[in-house]
């Protein structure tokens, strides 16, 4: 009878369903700081999207990181923790502030995007700060440029590059650009906050990058991955050298 | 090292430099670039200096917050309507250059189409290419959630169908 039940159970422990292993587990930096990341297109969790998968392309090389300060998180807001489809809790849930990160560029939205897998897509990413608290961590400039456009909640700055890139959400009264203004690379802008005009958004950094791409006799403006281009100036943002 | 020099050379070859694109400018149509009243010394004034067509719609413009922010190479104008912001922008530069035959950016490269309206983040775009140049227009709402202008196409297709020619030097 023992040698039934042995046979039985081991029968069921062969049997029994796996977990699935992440192909692709998320990617260590050694720096010091237990940096981990998934690669630029796997988007987490898989029922946010498809993302651009296999383009590592780094669109943006030698960019600043857009947050002053590390830590920073970049992760889904919708698909996270209190996020609008993500698992029920706080939007300032510790596991929201943690690594590895995961990109969210092309993360679905009914939105057109090229570039994303289904034609339509986020724009950009989503980039949480050190902690959940609103008016406290400064965005910078990525490069030296000008700034082109304040909105509502959109601060604009165009690169020397021509690349433009976008800030979302930072704290009106604490944006200290102004349109027409020349700003270096690492200079403040703003706080990271809620802000969308009169409605209100977690809080946190939405960042794209918008540039022309000249297609033989043509050309087209399109919002460019930037996953891949803000982990090597995070990169080097730890390591001491933004 | 040779095929890492190989990879490397190969990898340059399919992203090329930035550059400026080929501009094929308008014929000069004083009916068509003559706004009903003088525009603002600070728009003349701003794009005095552009090397682009520069693109406005007849209305909306004369808002003592309105901006210009410009170069040679492009620019962008801002200003405000009750509860909302539009910025309009031209700019003739590229970042990347890549061939029609690259699959990474096929559905790129089979697009035909010349304008494409977009809903962003609140937003509501529009980007379009006239003369080689590259356009966008946007308009930003206070309650980008319920703000018509912000959430259907109507609106700026309304502006875009009043845009007309003000500035800009070959």
């Known amino acids: ?242 | 090292m040779r095929l890492l020099l190989l990879t490397i050379f190969l990898f340059s070859l399919l992203h090329a430099e930035s550059g400026i694109l080929d501009i094929t400018w308008p014929k000069p149509n004083a009916k068509h670039q003559k706004p009903s009243t003088p525009y603002p010394t600070v728009l003349t004034n701003g794009i005095a200096n552009t090397k682009l067509p520069v693109y406005l719609p007849t209305s909306y413009v004369y808002d003592k917050n309105m901006a210009i922010v410009s170069n040679s190479d492009f620019y962008t104008i801002s200003f405000t309507l009750k509860g909302a912001m539009i910025m309009v922008a031209g700019d003739k530069t590229y970042q990347e250059s890549i061939s029609k035959n690259d699959p990474k950016f096929e559905a790129l490269t089979q697009d035909s189409s010349n304008m494409e309206f977009m809903q962003e983040e609140g937003m509501m775009s529009v980007d379009f290419n006239r003369h080689g140049v590259n356009y966008s227009l946007l308009v930003e709402c206070d309650k980008p959630k319920t703000d018509t202008r912000c959430t259907e196409e109507g609106f700026l297709k309304e502006i875009y169908k009043r845009l007309i020619m003000v500035g800009g030097q070959p």
């Not at chain 1, 422990?13 to 050694?30: F, G, L, N, R, S």
């Not at chain 1, 809790?89 to 502030?97: F, I, K, M, V």
């Not at chain 1, 433009?164 to 703003?190: A, N």
Request: proline content about 7%.
């Open chain 1, 1 to 242: 009878m023992k040698i039934v039940l042995i046979l039985a159970l081991l029968f069921f422990t062969a049997c029994e369903k796996k977990p699935k292993v992440d192909p692709k587990p998320p990617i260590q930096a050694h720096l010091g700081k237990k940096f981990t990341y998934y690669q630029s297109g796997q988007l987490r969790p898989s029922s946010s999207g498809i993302g651009r998968q296999g383009d590592h392309y780094i669109y943006a090389p030698n960019i600043r990181f857009p947050l002053e300060s590390a830590p920073a998180y970049i992760n889904s807001q919708v698909y996270g923790i209190g996020g609008l489809h993500g698992p029920k809790g706080s939007l300032c849930d510790q596991r929201n502030y943690q690594y590895p990160w995961s990109d969210n560029y092309c993360e679905t939205r009914t939105w057109n995007m090229p570039l994303c897998p289904g034609g339509t897509g986020h724009q950009g990413v989503d980039i949480r700060s050190s902690t959940c608290e609103k008016r406290k961590y400064y965005a910078v400039a990525v490069e030296d440029g000008i700034i082109s456009y304040i909105g509502k909640y959109t601060v604009t700055l165009r690169g020397v590059s021509g690349r433009k890139y976008r800030y979302l959400h930072l704290d009106s009264p604490t944006v200290q650009v102004s349109r027409g203004q020349r700003v270096r690379r690492g200079q403040r802008l703003g706080l990271v906050s809620d802000n969308m005009g009169k409605a209100k958004t977690s809080i946190h950094l939405h960042f794209d990058m918008k540039q022309t791409i000249k297609i033989d006799g043509i050309s087209k403006q399109v919002y460019v991955p930037p996953y891949a281009s803000l982990v090597v100036a995070y990169k080097r943002l730890l390591q001491g050298r933004p």
